[in-house]
Nanobody
Framework: QVQLVESGGGLVQPGGSLRLSCAASGGISSINTMGWYRQAPGKQRDLVAT???????NYADSVKDRFTISRDNAKNTVYLQMNSLKAEDTAVYYC?????????WGQGTQVTVSS
């Protein structure tokens, strides 16, 4: 079993920055993909970015020029650096962890972009 704990969400003005963190614990596999999804009110949960253990990244088109995903394998932690935030980025952001046999989700952290 894997547990995911997110942190770093909050309220920020348009154009500002936030960094989200997600620490994984429990039955960690040596081969895994971690990432972030988000869900705005009234909308489905969508991909933001993912990163493999070897560092291969994938971004949604809406964030690829503004967000950067990274990970620290020694700490089993994934990060999402969010710059030039827009009101449209407001959502609950969920940490994601996937192995061949299963996938896991964090509880989510709220990001609100507003003046």
């Amino acid at each position: 079993q894997v547990q995911l704990v997110e942190s770093g969400g909050g309220l920020v003005q348009p154009g500002g920055s936030l960094r989200l963190s997600c620490a994984a614990s429990g039955g960690i596999s040596s081969i895994n993909t971690m990432g972030w999804y988000r869900q705005a009110p009234g909308k489905q949960r969508d991909l933001v970015a993912t990163i493999s253990r070897s560092g291969i990244t994938n971004y949604a088109d809406s964030v690829k020029d503004r967000f950067t995903i990274s990970r620290d394998n020694a700490k089993n932690t994934v990060y999402l650096q969010m710059n030039s935030l827009k009101a449209e980025d407001t959502a609950v952001y969920y940490c994601y962890y996937r192995v061949i046999t299963n996938s896991f989700w964090g509880q989510g952290t709220q990001v609100t972009v507003s003046s």
